[in-house]
């Protein structure tokens, strides 16, 4: 036997252990490592605890299946949400209702939201400046405080309850406009637009206008170029607002709560709601149901924008972008801006702003004026004896637990979202990368109350694995707790915070962390002297941009809230339930005051893009 072939055994076994070495000693693999396994405990193993919810039989449901016993696989809660005599109210005709105001709402959105990008990227529009911020209030302000100021205008006698504005000055308004589908609708089309006017906007300029000139070269009218010229330049970023606005408005849980429910108008987030109060498992499968439709939407999404021909718009030899000249229509449509802005943004803010210095509801005299909803002293004949809010103590703990969850989650969920960036840049072309990524990606697919509900299926109860006769708890009750929030609301947020990351880390070249190996840094070293510095601007902005819109979540953690654990949002919407309206809107002002506060922190220290953080 030569001596090559005597070498060859020990060759292959030496590269092995080389190879398995390796492997296990780069840094790259073992935090792609760690965050696969947390993905999939905070990801996967909710969802899947979610579907064995409602094919799990709970025992207080025993007595509704005849011959049943506790844990038994069961369909019973498939059975009743489809098929039962039930199933028309609690899911039918909600998810119909759902449907009209997701497909109308993203509609007008769109519409508005692309009219509005077109104005302010293609014509010489006056005071774009001013327009270009002022356009992106109206999202700032939750919409289910656009609700309470839409009731506080329109609400009637129908129902009951303090007259609106209207009703006041004498004019009855319709319920089919102070309550329903239509006022839905409404609202949440001037809350939503943002998303197309960010997208279209974008995509707007990095249209080299050159190409629409070339086709009034050859003879080609203003609208056949907006349709076959500009329209389809700019289709992918209307179906992504398509596809943001209608996941939204099918999940969304403030607003058909506010004007739905109180004349039994149900959508499937607030049956949802509802349902689960009452029987997890139903509320669950409806869950489930929300989470295919927004999956349907996306993958309809993803063909039709693969199937389209695809189109270079950005040359090596630059762009120029030529403004149409608006012409005598340039003043009329600035006054128009200004009266949508109006009725998006100042007039929501003027009303909950005077209602909280009104003493009784629905009086709107100056004779009714007050300071009582803001400092006044605790008065049993005054909103059930309810201080004003500065001086009550549940107000500043309501204030601290919003701050502490914005705190932490927006400093974990960035940090996170830093390390998953890191992974999907540096592992673009490797299959590691691309799950995480993947995986990244599924709390975008699902709604905000679905996704709440997931987390109450999996942390409801302290779970138990059993090894060589010890039990070990694996996943531990958290339902109540202040833990929970916080890690609902990372999770949730993971797929903003991933992309903020990404972006940030494709610009910083991976030749700088060699530079590092080579002069014998280690991983640790590298990351923080390197790598860190250099993603700083980056990632205040994302940190920031997270903590604005966890600011004003409602839909989120509304099904996770305890009494003790209570956010702002939680207590303007529990007052408004209660008809506290007064106090109710002080707490949505004093919300919007914190989110505008970083907002411009965001945009004056960091240069944050607002989009980043949707």
Known sequence: MTQTALEQPFSRKRRFKNRLRNTFTNPYNIITLIALILLVYLIVVPLGEMIKTTLTLAASDLRRVKGGTEGEFTLYYWTRLLFSDVSRNLFWIPLKNSLIIALTTSMVSITIGALVAWLMVRTDLPGKNFFSLAIIIPYMLP????????????????????????????????????????????????????????????????????????????????TLILRRITFPLVLPAILSSFILTFSKSMGT???????????????????????????????????????????????????????????????????RSTLLPLGKWKWPIVALLILFLL???????????????????????????????????????????????????????????????????????????????????????????????????????????????????????????????????????????????????????????????????????TELEEAGQLAGANFVTRFARIVFPLAKNGFMSGLMLILISIMKELDLIVILMSPSQATLPYMAYTYSNSGFQQPASAVSIVMFVMVFFFYWIANKFFHADIAGGM
């Open 143 to 222: 919409s289910w405080c656009k609700s309470m100021a839409w009731l506080t205008v329109f609400r009637n006698e129908t129902i009951g309850g303090a007259a609106g504005f209207l009703s006041y000055l004498g004019i009855q308004s319709p319920d089919w406009l102070a309550y329903g589908p239509v006022a839905i609708i409404i609202v949440l089309s001037i809350h939503y637009y943002a998303y197309a006017y960010l997208l279209v906007s974008a995509a707007l300029r990095s249209v080299n206008s050159e190409l629409e000139e070339m086709g009034e070269i050859i003879g080609a009218g203003k």
């Open 253 to 319: 849980f403030g607003v058909p709560s506010f004007l739905g429910l109180k004349v039994n108008y149900y959508t499937i987030s607030t049956s949802l709601y509802s349902t689960i109060q009452r029987q997890k498992g139903t509320g669950f499968a409806i869950s489930l149901v929300l989470i295919l439709l927004a999956s349907i939407n996306i993958f309809i999404n993803q063909k039709l924008i693969g199937s389209r021909k695809s189109y270079a718009t950005i040359g090596g030899k630059g762009g």
């Open 343 to 509: 009725v998006a943004v100042v007039l929501p803010l003027v009303i909950l702003l005077y209602q909280t210095f009104m003493l009784r509801a629905g009086d709107y005299g100056l004779s009714n004026f007050t300071l009582h909803y803001w400092i006044g002293d605790a008065d049993p004949n005054i909103a059930d004896g309810l201080p004003g809010v500065f001086k009550y103590d549940q107000f500043w703990m309501y204030v601290k637990n919003t701050l502490m969850l914005v705190g932490f989650t927006s400093i974990i969920a960035t940090v996170c979202g830093q390390m998953l960036g890191y992974i999907n840049s540096r592992g673009r072309q490797l299959r590691s990368g691309k799950l995480v990524e993947q995986l990244v990606f599924i709390p975008y697919l699902i709604p905000s109350i679905a996704f709440g509900s997931m987390y109450l299926a999996m942390f409801m109860n302290t779970r138990y694995l059993n090894i060589f006769g010890l039990s070990i708890p694996v996943v531990p009750s958290l339902y109540g707790t202040f833990t929970i929030l916080v890690l609902v609301s990372i999770v949730k947020h993971l797929p903003f915070a991933s992309r903020a990351g990404t972006s940030n880390m494709l610009q910083i070249s």
